[in-house]
């Protein structure tokens, strides 16, 4: 009985959490088809949904309207039928913009804006996770400096060729691998850094310490010391 009365009140498609579970599975689906599928695409779906709804509801009440007067005219004819189809239209005119336009802006635009919110929310939570995960670029740049070297491939230098390569495989501004390479390679360049500079450098070698360790990658840990000698010395 309190699904039949939600139903003739209009209660679930405004309801927060029927919101949300639409949302979610809505995007996924769509982000199943298409990768780059964006929240506010989705957003437009479920307006369109709303408006279906809202639809659907007037015509119930229409039609639960008519089966009810129907009993209070012994002969249901043409003319009765059309009587009501006329009403109903007259009826649509001020109920769409007077009942649910007002609970669309007060009620189901708010509930579906702040899901959207909450799943942005989610979303850029998750990147900054996955960004804290990932290893330092200056730390990338030491472990391709050693493999570089241990495939005696010798093709890194502090060049812009270089840098842009590099940019365009750890996802960076090619500047700023310009400026890691620099100082991998240019002695003056490692002179010049300062101790909060020195204390980040070595959080670097560390790291990559760790991942070479785990990799059981005895010369490339030896390279890596070698390389940190060179900025020991200064």
Excluded at 2 to 27: C, G, N
Excluded at 44 to 65: E, K, P
Excluded at 190 to 210: C, H, I, S, W
Aim: proline content about 4%.
């Amino acid at each position: 009985m309190k699904k039949v009365l939600s139903i003739f009140a209009f209660e679930r498609p405004v309801d927060y959490d029927h919101i949300s579970k639409s949302f979610y599975k809505t995007h996924q689906q769509r982000l199943d088809i298409r990768e780059t599928w964006p929240a506010r695409a989705t957003r437009r779906m479920l307006i369109t949904d709303y408006w279906g709804n809202a639809t659907i509801h007037f015509l119930l009440l229409l039609g639960l309207a008519t089966f009810i007067t129907s009993f209070f005219n012994s002969q249901p004819n043409v003319a009765y039928f059309s009587t009501s189809v006329l009403a109903a239209i007259v009826v649509s005119i001020p109920l769409f913009p007077l009942l649910y336009l007002p609970i669309f802006n007060r009620e189901f635009l708010p509930n579906l804006e702040t899901v959207i919110a909450t799943y942005q929310n989610e979303e850029r939570a998750w990147m900054a996770k996955c960004k804290k995960d990932q290893p330092d670029n200056r730390t990338l740049l030491l472990l391709f400096y050693v493999l570089d070297k241990a495939g005696k491939v010798n093709y890194l230098s502090p060049n812009d060729k270089c840098a842009v390569l590099l940019s365009r495989i750890f996802g960076v501004a090619t500047k700023s691998m310009r400026t890691d390479l620099d100082l991998v390679f240019k002695k003056e360049k490692r002179e010049k850094l300062d101790p909060r500079g020195r204390v980040e450098v070595g959080k670097n070698f560390n790291e990559a310490f760790t991942i070479l360790e785990t990799m059981q990658f005895s010369e490339g840990i030896r390279l890596l010391k070698e390389l940190e000698q060179k900025f020991l010395q200064h």
